[in-house]
């Protein structure tokens, strides 16, 4: 019986990363990395961290220009898609600012509160509401402590924050009787 010989297969080369201006590589962004840019941005990079880092976690890819002219065409898509994000992002931050927050917590009768509140019980308050924001997204000076107003931040994009007013009051069971 003759031998066969198995055919060879030409198996495309993974594109290689491009060399930059400035020695390192170009790649392009998948998802938004902080401190290097946003998603459909072309950055260079040093090998290093483009090869260990930012390709095998699927934050960028090799930028090759088929690459580039798909983002370019999909651009106008994403951009439309976070204007559409931000302007549903300012109408909930407008319902939250027409919205106040009403929590009871445990005090004595000088209003001091015998724990604190902090930002998980206002979102929790505010998901009885229906209206979902983390605890990420409220911004606290530090825990309120004492009953009465006070004014959170809430920041639900970097561009879209506001003020949202929150009543810290003794709860029901501590109130003083006559």
Known sequence: MPIQLAKTVHVPAAPRPTKGKRGGVEVLLIHNVEHLGKQGDVVEVKRGYASNYLLPQGLATVATEHHKRMVEKHRAKLEEIARERLAGLRSQLQELMRTSVTIEANANDEGHLYGSVGSVEISRSLKQQDLMVTADQIILQGPLKEVG??????????????????????????????
């Open 149 to 178: 107003l006070y004014t959170v931040r809430v920041k639900l994009a970097p561009e879209v924050e506001g003020d949202l007013k929150v009543w810290v009051v003794p709860s029901s069971s501590d109130a003083p009787t006559k």
